[in-house]
């Protein structure tokens, strides 16, 4: 069964330090792979997504994702964090070879706290 | 501008009234589908639409239904409402998940619902 788990509930940085949001995933065919934002009573918004080719993925607001297949995880990245960063974030997948349902399974979400 | 709009954004209901929460897409994505989010489960999908007239069951169907009598629309239908169908409510649309790759979807703004 495809799953995909954000294991930090929370993740606290300080303004201008790296950040990382982790994933990983389980599906039994080739994975496609998403990450979206949700600011505070907003619906979700794509940030990237990985599909094939190569394993660092770069998307808006400065986010990149980087897949890795042995771990198989797509952890989220930014080199350095602002405020305006604190949201919620999900992680998401699709089998890439299963019937084309279109559906994404989603991991529960990683809060995000950018504090100045 | 290309969106997917949701009404109502908040509905307070009671038990077994009827309601229908509308979603409409501007992009001729041919492909939609309904979300629930719920604290600690990330979002579920509720049915999917590849094409007009094209509906089928995502993970958590019971209790609700829909149409797609237009390619623009996807209402979802809550017959029968009950207490645990309070959640938070998205829609979201894309280009035909097979034929396009993996095409990102594009999200509503969702609509908070309430069944006392």
């Known amino acids: 069964a495809q799953s995909v788990a954000q294991p930090e509930d929370q993740v606290n940085v300080a303004e201008g330090n790296p950040l990382t949001v982790k994933c990983t995933y389980s599906v039994s065919g080739n994975p496609y792979l998403f990450w979206y934002v949700q600011y505070p009573n907003r619906g979700l918004q794509f940030l990237l997504k990985y599909i094939t080719g190569d394993n660092l993925v770069k998307g808006s607001y400065g986010f990149e994702a980087e897949f890795n297949k042995s771990q198989t995880s797509f952890h989220l990245k930014k080199p350095s964090a602002l405020v305006s960063d604190s949201a919620l974030y999900f992680c998401a997948v699709r089998d890439g070879s299963s019937s084309n349902t279109g559906k994404l399974i989603f991991g529960q979400g990683t809060t995000l706290q950018v504090k100045p | 501008e290309a969106q997917v709009t949701q009404n109502p954004r908040y509905l307070i209901t009671v038990t077994g009234k009827k309601l229908t929460v509308t979603c409409s897409q501007n992009?001729?994505?041919?492909?939609m589908s309904w979300y629930r989010q719920d604290p600690g489960l990330g979002l579920r999908q509720i049915y999917y639409?590849?094409?007009?007239?094209?509906?089928d069951k995502g993970d958590v169907p019971e209790g609700y239904k829909v149409s797609r009598k237009e390619k623009r629309n996807f209402p979802l239908i809550l017959e029968s409402p009950s207490p645990n169908q309070t959640s938070l409510y998205f829609c979201?649309?894309?280009?035909?998940?097979?034929?396009?790759?993996?095409?990102?979807?594009?999200f509503g703004p969702g609509t908070r619902l309430t069944v006392l």
């Open positions: 639409s590849m094409n007009v007239e094209v509906t």
């Open positions: 992009m001729n994505h041919e492909y």
């Open positions: 979201a649309s894309s280009f035909t998940p097979g034929l396009a790759g993996a095409a990102e979807q594009f």
